[in-house]
């Protein structure tokens, strides 16, 4: 059976930090991008953060987070994390974590939006009070 089961969500201030982590099991994990997907109320999924495990590591970071978001992989456990630093009350959404073939393209791969993603969790609230 596919599993991805997310943790770390909270409450915390503004300027505070948390680690979320995605362990995954029941699918070949190397084969796979790995993302992080994040839904307020009322909007869309919104990438936050991928990983390509399969290929070259590469990641991805949406603009809003970059330099205070971190996403890394541990193989070994079949687990990927996202550090986030210096939250601000507009990350304050629920985040998911999800699996999904890397897209190709010009000779590199693009992670999948939300809805091309194979396997979903069930996310995991943050809440960043102001």
């Known amino acids: 059976e596919v599993q991805l089961v997310e943790s770390g969500g909270g409450l915390v201030q503004a300027g505070g930090s948390l680690r979320l982590s995605c362990a995954a099991s029941g699918f070949s994990y190397d084969d796979y991008a790995i993302g992080w997907f994040r839904q307020a109320p009322g909007r869309d999924y919104e990438t936050v953060s991928c990983?390509?495990?399969?290929?070259?590591?590469?990641?991805y970071y949406l603009d809003s987070v970059q330099g205070r978001f971190t996403i890394s992989s541990d193989n070994a456990k079949n687990t990927v994390y996202l550090q986030m630093k210096n939250l601000k009350p507009e990350d304050t959404a629920v985040y998911y974590c999800?699996?999904?073939?890397?897209?190709?393209?010009?000779?590199?791969?693009?992670?999948?939006?939300?809805?091309?993603?194979?396997?979903r969790g069930k996310g995991t609230l943050v809440t960043v009070s102001s």
């Open positions: 990983i390509l495990s399969s290929s070259d590591g590469s990641t």
């Open positions: 999800a699996a999904g073939p890397g897209i190709p393209h010009s000779g590199t791969y693009y992670c999948p939006t939300w809805y091309g993603m194979d396997y």
